[in-house]
């Protein structure tokens, strides 16, 4: 079982910045893979950054050049450096641990909002 808990999301002006933050507790085994994901209202759930227990990272289309993931192994802690940010960048944003690319199960923080204004 891993526990995620979300903070700093909230509200910030288009152009802003925000750092995200998600720290898991619980299985380390099943933290190998930690990402950020997004729900706009009335969109689906979407992948934004995924980052390996190795450092190695991929990002969504949208985010690349703007967004940047990284984690600090030691605190179980995956971080999320939001730049530039644009109204539509507005939504819930939820950490996710895996033990692998692969897995077929996975576990979910609570979410966080993060609203962006114009």
């Known amino acids: 079982q891993v526990q995620l808990v979300e903070s700093g999301g909230g509200l910030v002006q288009a152009g802003g910045s925000k750092r995200l933050s998600c720290a898991a507790s619980g299985s380390i085994s099943d933290t190998n893979i930690m990402g950020w994901y997004r729900q706009a209202p009335g969109k689906q759930r979407s992948l934004v950054a995924t980052?390996?227990?190795?450092?190695?990272?991929s990002y969504a289309d949208p985010v690349k050049g703007r967004f940047t993931i990284s984690r600090d192994n030691p605190k179980n802690t995956v971080y999320l450096q939001m730049n530039s940010l644009k109204p539509e960048d507005t939504a819930v944003y939820f950490c996710r641990a895996q033990p692998t690319p692969w897995a077929n199960y996975g576990y979910w923080g609570q979410g966080t909002q993060v609203t962006v204004a114009s």
């Open positions: 980052i390996t227990r190795g450092g190695t990272t």
